[in-house]
């Protein structure tokens, strides 16, 4: 890390970077400071033709002071991939006042998580975490979680709650430690800011001659919170974010816009991003804010450095009433604004990260759905999640609205409830055209002249991006490109192809009509053939199109004749892998199915047998939905010895939602 000093119109900022971070990030914090769009902005001397370079690149140097100037001509700079339609609204947004300050914070909490990976800050994180006591800790706690990696997460929690950093009320005197009364704040001073800090609070003291004043600097830099060690939640998350990522945790960065911040941590073993408040010391109780404390949420954005995602979903069960208090930006605004972020993370990383992270991002979709039809069920929440606010003064606490509300001891509770089929179909709707359109050009170089796609066909491909947005237009070129790539190319390579296809079924005009005017042969019959492939990509892009194709409600009837086939095929190949993202992408597949087809029976073979053979969460969350769902058509079935066998296996799972769904079914 490095300080560059900015200055523009008389105004002078010094900000602490790295060299090697992207130079997109940085314009984000020059909007932040300087309130000048990101299209207006020439820093003078430097290269911003490309803003996927890194700072070095563009010739940013270690200590340099450069002249920030608006151009007096807007050109936009390059910006990462996003369709032409987003780029509308974002253009469209940007000039209001909100949207920037939005744009501000968004940019705050990005550099928050790029100072986390700094190398020489993690070497200081490492050096001040008791890892082989953690450890101790893990293996001899009696209640311990199942996987050892969760295990020590919360052991490092606990430990940083309870034994590293401090809460800060009112900041003790600095002579004396004494009481101290609020005697303002002011402005940093120049060594406080290169620590990142934009206000210091002065404190005055209660007892020492001449009441000295105490300046607590509410610094913004990971690194030096391992040096001072205390603060609020902000200060909490931050530094609790980088000790976190120096042991090799995947963590991000949870901003809510109701003023706080926790964590959220990617757990292998469930396969899917796990809410942590080192505040609070709380691991898994997503609902707290929402059920213990009272907050009216309404933005909950993760960051990482790998992507920005709206979360909110996950901390709430009263999705439209937050919607209803959701008003400082449009939505489709906001997507785009963390898409066209998330990309930009990408032109950074190997092939394999930007995959992982899509995938990532599809599951991560699929959750949020499933979170978004739960309401709130009082007896489903953790006793954790029930509790109001723990850090914080009491008076602090009843100042914010947090202190929360009991539940009333005597509230009936419900034994019995009537199971509801399923009615939300899952989708596959993640994508990155630049990494497809990459890869097929890859693999169309390398194949003979009879097989591979001329020009114009590959410019058919690139353009099926602006295609896809646009809503009163069929992308029928694009279909009978993909349908010779089907036909003409091997397992092995078709994969992007059939990805492609997968989005064009979520088109508004795709329907078995519009498919057939465009694709010659069968299309079902087409794809079938490749879930046979011993490639397991080729396989799971597979599973997913006919995931969306069950989502289609104009196209689902015509599968009708393959389910058998599609189950009998994806089934044990999924079941064989080590990767649970196959077992998730089948639930999923499952789920739809037995929305679209609840009276077929070889589901109740089916599902069954992929409930006794997995123990992933998510996944069987989405197969005691599609198992309600079926029994809800076929009541009768419930005898079946299979049927009763997955039963009883989902009435041992621990999970709340599933023994909610248990319940009810």
């Not at 930006?329 to 066209?340: G, H, I, N, R, T």
């Not at 990383?349 to 899509?358: A, C, G, K, R, W």
């Not at 693999?443 to 099926?464: A, Q, R, T, Y």
Request: glycine share 4%; proline share 5%; hydrophobic share 40%.
């Amino acid at each position: 890390m490095t300080t560059v000093t900015v200055a523009y119109e008389g105004k002078r900022h010094e900000f602490v970077v790295d060299l090697d971070s992207e130079l997109d990030i940085f314009l984000y914090q020059l909007l932040s400071v300087f309130d000048l769009e990101i299209e207006e902005q020439q820093i003078e001397g430097i290269d911003m033709s490309q803003v996927d370079y890194s700072l070095a690149q563009c010739g940013i140097k270690p200590n340099g002071v450069y002249t920030l100037k608006k151009r007096t001509k807007v050109q936009a700079p390059p910006t990462p991939v996003v369709s032409q339609q987003q780029r509308q609204q974002q253009q469209q947004h940007l000039i209001t006042p909100q949207a920037k300050q939005f744009q501000q914070r968004l940019a705050s909490n990005l550099q928050t998580v790029g100072a986390w990976e700094d190398a020489k800050s993690q070497q200081l994180a490492r050096s001040l975490i008791p890892l082989e006591l953690l450890k101790e800790r893990a293996r001899k706690n009696p209640s311990a979680l199942p996987d050892s990696k969760d295990e020590l997460f919360v052991q490092l929690l606990g430990w940083y709650k309870n034994e590293f950093f401090t809460w800060v009320n009112q900041c003790p005197c600095g002579h004396c430690n004494g009481a101290t009364d609020n005697a303002g704040a002011t402005h940093p001073d120049q060594t406080e800011r290169s620590f990142g800090a934009g206000i210091v609070e002065l404190y005055k003291c209660r007892t020492c001659p001449g009441q000295p004043i105490t300046r607590f600097p509410r610094y913004n830099h990971p690194a030096k919170l391992l040096e001072t060690r205390r603060g609020r939640c902000g200060e909490w998350a931050n530094a609790f974010g980088l000790l976190a990522r120096s042991i090799g945790f995947e963590v991000r960065h949870v901003a809510d816009w109701t003023d706080h911040v926790w964590t959220e941590v990617y757990s292998e073993a469930l396969g899917r991003w796990v809410h942590a408040d080192s505040c609070e010391n709380k691991w898994d109780t997503p609902l707290m804010y929402e059920a213990g404390w009272g907050k009216k949420l309404t933005y909950v954005i993760a960051f990482s450095v790998h992507s920005t995602v709206d979360v909110t979903r996950r901390y709430t069960r009263n999705l439209q009433e937050v919607l209803q208090r959701r008003s400082l930006v449009d939505e489709e605004w906001l997507k785009s604004q963390l898409a066209m972020i998330t990309q930009s993370r990408f032109s950074t990383v190997s092939d394999e990260i930007m995959f992982l992270t899509l995938h990532r991002l599809d599951e991560e979709e699929k959750e949020l759905s499933i979170a978004q039809s739960q309401s709130l069920n009082p007896n489903m929440l953790s006793v954790e999640e029930k509790e109001g606010r723990i850090s914080g003064s009491t008076e602090w606490k009843t100042q914010r609205g947090e202190m929360g509300e009991n539940l009333p001891e005597n509230e009936p509770k419900v034994t019995t409830k009537k199971f509801i089929p399923a009615k939300q179909r899952m989708v596959s709707d993640t994508i990155n055209f630049p990494a497809l359109q990459k890869k097929l050009v890859s693999i169309n170089d390398g194949l003979g002249d009879d097989v591979k796609l001329n020009s114009d066909e590959l410019n058919i491909i690139f353009s099926l991006e602006t295609e896809l947005t646009k809503p009163n237009e069929f992308p029928h070129r694009g279909v009978t490109v993909i349908e010779k790539i089907l036909s003409k190319w091997t397992a092995e390579n078709a994969f992007p192809a059939i990805d492609l296809l997968k989005m064009i079924l979520l088109h508004p005009l795709a329907s078995e009509q519009a498919l057939a005017s465009s694709f010659g042969s069968n299309i079902w019959e087409s794809v079938l053939k490749f879930l046979s492939s011993s490639n397991p990509s080729t396989v799971l892009v597979s599973v997913r199109f006919f995931l969306n194709a069950t989502s289609n409600v104009k196209i689902a009837p015509s599968l009708k004749p393959y389910v058998l086939e599609i189950v009998e095929t994806a089934t044990p190949f999924c079941l064989a892998q080590t990767n649970v993202a196959f077992v998730k992408t089948l639930s999923y597949l499952l789920l739809n199915l037995s929305i679209a087809f609840p009276s077929n029976t070889f589901l109740f073979e089916a599902l069954p047998k992929v409930i006794e053979s997995t123990e992933d969460s998510t996944s069987l969350l989405n197969l005691a939905l599609a198992l309600g769902t079926i029994l809800s058509a076929s009541p009768a079935q419930r005898e079946r010895k299979e049927v009763k066998a997955a039963l009883e296996k989902l009435s041992r799972n621990s999970t709340e939602a599933i023994q909610d769904v248990f319940v009810e079914i």
